[in-house]
């Protein structure tokens, strides 16, 4: 699943490869995100990983880490506009 490995790319340099990947997969599967998310799914995935990663890099890297793992085009989808 593209979203899954971008997302644990994404983490893996504040978590560790091991850490971001099941953090990914979890997540996805919790939320039963899949390649085809819809915008209101990415932002649900976005806010959850959010809420998570602030105890472990503070609230700021933590929005930003969650922005980018959801970021338009990152997994291989064409960005917006």
Request: glycine residues 8%.
């Amino acid at each position: 699943m593209l979203i899954s490995r971008h997302v644990t790319s994404v983490l893996t340099p504040h978590l560790g490869a091991f850490t971001a990947d099941t953090v990914a997969r979890h997540v996805c599967a919790k939320l039963q995100i899949t390649d085809s998310a819809t915008s209101e799914q990415l932002e649900d995935l976005r806010e959850y990983l959010r809420r998570g990663l602030v105890a472990y890099v503070g609230p700021e890297v933590a929005d930003d880490l969650a922005a980018r793992c959801v970021a338009a085009g990152a997994f291989g989808e064409p960005a917006a506009g």
